[in-house]
């Protein structure tokens, strides 16, 4: 009985040891963390309280920059923009990957495999910039190679202002980055269905499932985690999205690709105004926060 009461106090000093041990190697992580996240976050939602020019001192105005910003019709533009943006750009660079992982997948041999990943990953070490100044080429109205191309064949009525016409702007803004293979994507993909059971497969193949249903009710079904995860991050990417609209368009031609993030870039860095700024920054943190918590709970009913 003694020897038992002894292991058992040795095993409790030893997990305080461990929770102990944990939180040390913890401490800068969260330093860093409510440093340069927490707490700029938090100075955001209180700064959208006050009316502040980055110079005097801030002056209090309750809500006052929330009904200026939803009665702001660039802001509201910026809305649309980014949600219709999103309605293509979340669907083309969810699919693609998800087909090029289920094709690397179903390759028998693992080294195959292998180069195939690598072949994907690679451009992801080409710098954003850089894919951006080869698209802003391709999109050139005059010598571009889009339009060099239209005209070449004699199909000169397709060659038109991409980046310029207030209809063709958000599309050419999706097409960025065809055929969107993204390696991070293809990735986790991939690794949700390295996750699938090996026997669950084979017997699939015994009872003679064909590919097509495979996919559809085995293989879809069981990484449907990793489709919740990738629709999340792509919504909030796409809702922050400012660099692309930034160095192709400026917003423009007139407001038609501005979204929210680079009208605040622009309320801030151009315009000086850092409360509304910090009022557009709280606003779509509720609205990305708000999809997200829908978005689960909707998987959660479907799941059920």
């Known amino acids: 009985m003694t020897t038992q009461i002894k292991a058992r106090s040795l095993r409790v000093r030893y997990n305080r040891r461990e929770v102990l041990t944990a939180m040390l190697f913890l401490i800068p992580t969260m330093v ?69 992982a289920l094709m690397i997948f179903s390759l028998k041999s693992t080294k195959t495999q292998y180069w195939y990943r690598v072949a994907f990953v690679l451009p992801m070490v080409v710098p954003t910039v850089v894919t951006i100044k080869i698209w802003t080429f391709i999109y050139e ?75 559809f009710h085995i293989e879809l079904p069981l990484i449907t985690g990793q489709i919740k ?31 929210p993030g680079l009208y605040m870039y622009f309320q801030a860095f151009r315009l000086g105004s850092y409360s509304m700024a910090n009022t557009i920054a709280t606003v779509m943190f509720v609205i990305i926060m708000g999809l997200t918590i829908l978005s689960t709970r909707l998987r959660s009913k479907v799941e059920q």
């Open 32 to 100: 860093l963390l409510v440093g340069f996240c927490y707490y700029p976050a938090f100075n955001a939602v209180k700064g959208s309280f006050y009316k502040w020019d980055g110079f005097n001192d801030p002056r209090w105005v309750g809500v006052r920059n929330y009904t200026r910003l939803f009665k702001d019709d660039v802001f509201i533009l910026s809305l649309k923009n980014v949600f219709k943006w999103a309605a293509g750009s979340i669907v083309v660079s969810m699919t693609a990957p998800l087909i090029g």
């Open 141 to 215: 109205p005059n010598i571009g190679i889009l339009n060099t191309l239209f005209r070449t064949i004699g199909l000169d009525s397709l060659a038109k202002n991409w980046l310029g016409e207030t209809a063709l702007v958000i599309p050419s803004l999706i097409f960025v980055g065809f055929p969107w293979v993204s390696g991070f994507n293809l990735l986790i993909y991939y690794a949700g269905l390295q996750n699938i059971p090996t026997d669950v497969l084979e017997y699939a193949e015994i009872d003679g499932c064909t590919n097509w249903r495979k996919i």
């Open 229 to 259: 995860l990738l629709l999340i991050l792509g919504l909030i990417n796409t809702l922050q999205n400012i660099t692309l609209p930034l160095l192709m368009t400026n917003g423009g031609p007139g407001y038609d690709s501005y979204t």
